[in-house]
């Protein structure tokens, strides 16, 4: 049984950083992918950033490049998201995602991951 259990949320002000921390348990010595989706109130839940476990190769969504940093320790099975520079429309609850279909495709999209957290709110005030 797997399980990814998100951390470190909370209320910063705009232009502050947070990092995020998703800890897996279970099978997750056959992850391939990772990811990170956020949700804000009213709408629709959105990718984030995405790596792969074997080749370290990430994705982010062009709303957050430059300004967060996806990344993983497998000696600790935990994923992180590093976000700097943050702004109010950065505000939504953060979920962590992983899969184990060896493919590299659609890391942007929600079907793409069958493991999913709980989700961990993070607010920016302006």
């Known amino acids: 049984q797997v399980q990814l259990v998100e951390s470190g949320g909370g209320f910063v002000q705009a232009g502050d950083s947070l990092r995020l921390s998703c800890a897996a348990s279970?099978?997750?010595?056959?992850?391939?992918?990772s990811g990170w989706f956020r949700q804000a109130p009213g709408k629709d839940r959105e990718f984030v950033a995405a790596?792969?476990?074997?080749?370290?190769?990430?994705v982010y969504a062009d709303s957050v490049k430059g300004r967060f940093i996806i990344s993983k320790d497998d000696a600790k099975d935990t994923m992180y998201l590093q976000m700097s520079s943050l702004k109010p429309e950065d505000t939504a609850v953060y979920y962590c995602?992983?899969?184990?279909?060896?493919?590299?495709?659609?890391?942007?999209?929600?079907?793409?991951?069958?493991?999913w957290g709980q989700g961990t709110q993070v607010t920016v005030s302006s």
């Open positions: 995602a992983a899969d184990e279909r060896p493919y590299n495709r659609n890391e942007d999209a929600e079907r793409r991951y069958d493991y």
């Open positions: 790596t792969t476990w074997r080749s370290g190769h990430t």
């Open positions: 279970g099978r997750t010595f056959s992850f391939y992918v």
